[in-house]
Nanobody
Framework: QVYLEESGGGLVQTGGSLRLSCAAS????????MAWFRQAPGNQREFVAA????????NYADSVKGRFTIFRDNAKNTLYLQMNSLEPEDTAVYYC??????????????????WGQGTQVTVSS
């Protein structure tokens, strides 16, 4: 079992930046592939980015490529999402998620077993 807690959300203007963090506790953080998802009101939860347990592989949704960067610090048991050039369409609750590293690195939310409670990101126009 790994426990996840997001932080770093807030209100930002269009074109601004935010860095989200996801602190992990419980089992060793480097045992898990990790990902960020987001959910806007009335929408399905959608994939944003994923990173392998050792950071060697990353995957991004087309909508965030070139603007967002996922990275992790296994020594600090923390996952990050650096978000630049934010747009109103990025407004959502952002969730971090994890799956044990013996599983595939997925972009589908059904591939993840552990979830945080979410942090709100609001981008004003």
């Amino acid at each position: 079992q790994v426990y996840l807690e997001e932080s770093g959300g807030g209100l930002v203007q269009t074109g601004g930046s935010l860095r989200l963090s996801c602190a992990a506790s419980g089992r060793p953080f480097n045992s898990y592939h990790m990902a960020w998802f987001r959910q806007a009101p009335g929408n399905q939860r959608e994939f944003v980015a994923a990173i392998a347990w050792n950071g060697d592989y990353r995957n991004y949704a087309d909508s965030v490529k070139g603007r967002f960067t996922i990275f992790r610090d296994n020594a600090k048991n923390t996952l990050y999402l650096q978000m630049n050039s934010l747009e109103p369409e990025d407004t959502a609750v952002y969730y971090c998620a994890g799956v044990y590293r013996t599983h595939a690195l997925e972009s589908d939310k059904s591939g993840y077993d552990y979830w945080g409670q979410g942090t709100q990101v609001t981008v004003s126009s």
